[in-house]
Structures are given as structure tokens and as C-alpha cells.
């Protein structure tokens, strides 16, 4: 399984998602992540709705993703507080998914935006 220390895929698996984690630049474990997430979206209807609280930045790297499904996020507003007299109000940030190599890019059918996506 996924994320034991002693887990490993079969060389021909292996290879395969090294091949796309060397083209579109991230990591097999990144790979490994979206082709799950693609297949329990579209095979038993998996969903998240990336609220707030699920929602962090990686320090190092100025990443924003989701911690409940990994799904990288670009940030569009920045969370953030407004002081109100003698009160503070959170104001939530806005946020728009990033497009995996999974999902075919805008006007293309599904097998070109695979290829084409970079």
C-alpha cells in the first residue's frame, strides 16, 4: 500500500510513473497521488471541496495545497484578519485548483490535452 516504508510497485508500474513525474517536472509520489485521486473521482465519485480549514502553505517550497486529498491550489486572495473595534474577523482566502497532467487542457479532447499538456 501506498505509503508504508516497505512498500514498492512493480518495476513496470514503477518506471511508467517515473517517465511522467521526469516529464511534467514533480515527483513520483506527486504521480502516484493524482493517479489515485483521478480514479476514485471517476470510478466511485470521490470529491473534495478544499475548505478553509483544509487548506495550508508549504513554508520552503510556497506551495498551497489541500491536506485532505494533496491537490495542489494557486492562490487567488490570501487568507487573511480584519480588525473590528476591539474584535478580529477571519476573511477566507480564494482558491482555484491547479490542472494535473490527468485533465486535458481547455478545448482540447481528453487524449490531446494529455499529450499536450506541459
Known amino acids: 500500500m501506498a505509503g ?8 513496470g508500474l514503477y518506471y511508467a510513473m517515473t517517465d ?6 514533480i515527483s513520483v509520489k506527486e504521480v502516484e ?3 489515485i485521486r483521478h480514479a476514485l473521482t471517476r470510478e466511485f465519485g470521490f470529491k473534495c471541496d478544499h475548505k ?3 487548506v495550508r502553505t508549504n513554508k520552503q517550497k ?4 489541500c491536506v ?12 487573511r484578519t480584519q480588525r473590528i473595534v476591539n474584535d478580529f474577523k477571519f476573511i477566507p482566502g480564494d482558491y482555484k485548483t491547479l490542472k494535473t497532467f490527468m ?9 490531446e490535452g494529455r499529450e499536450t499538456m506541459k
Open 68 to 79: 485532505w486529498c494533496w491537490r495542489r491550489l494557486e492562490v487567488l486572495r490570501e487568507p
Open 62 to 65: 510556497k506551495k498551497t495545497y
Open 52 to 54: 478553509e480549514e483544509k
Open 103 to 111: 485533465e486535458p487542457a481547455e478545448g482540447l479532447s481528453e487524449n
Open 4 to 11: 508504508h516504508p516497505f512498500s514498492y510497485y512493480p518495476p
Open 20 to 25: 511522467l513525474a521526469r516529464k511534467y517536472d
Open 33 to 35: 497521488t493524482v493517479l
